[in-house]
């Protein structure tokens, strides 16, 4: 007797009486069966990354040369700011305290070797705003 032929239609039979009927309702325990675009998944995170496994090695050489940038300039404060670089289009996003450091973070940008156009979409926070995730109501100072 060949054992080999009946391993064969042993594991056939077994994956096909395992296999669920797509109609069926998940159980409890199953994995989530759920792409990129699935009800549970942040569509902006899997955008970032497909855009970090398709940039190339240039691009994210230009993003780290224009933050480093930002980062020696005094008018700036780089932690804020994240920058992205696609052939030469550096993208500016984050928040800043006013529209000066706006506008040097684009021009301290323009000036960087290779790069041939800067989107420019840093939000400013007006000073009476209190910062994302903090509490506009004041904190009592315990004695």
Do not use: W, Y
Not at 37 to 66: C, I, K, P, Y
Not at 71 to 86: G, Y
């Amino acid at each position: 007797m060949r054992v080999g032929p009946v391993l064969a239609v042993l594991a056939c039979a077994t994956t096909l009486a395992l296999a669920r009927d797509a109609t069926t309702p998940p159980a409890v325990g199953d994995a989530p069966d759920t792409g990129e675009h699935g009800a549970g998944t942040n569509t902006e995170r899997a955008q970032d990354r497909f855009d970090s496994e398709t940039r190339s090695e240039s691009d994210e050489m230009l993003a780290d040369a224009v933050h480093k940038r930002l980062s020696d300039d005094v008018r700036t404060n780089a932690m804020r700011i994240k920058v992205d670089a696609r052939a030469g289009v550096v993208r500016l996003t984050g928040d800043v305290m006013d529209a000066d450091e706006r506008s040097a973070a684009a021009t301290v940008a323009q000036q960087v070797p290779g790069v041939r156009d800067v989107q420019n979409r840093i939000e400013v926070i007006s000073a009476g705003a209190p910062a994302p995730g903090t509490s506009a109501i004041p904190e009592r100072a315990h004695p």
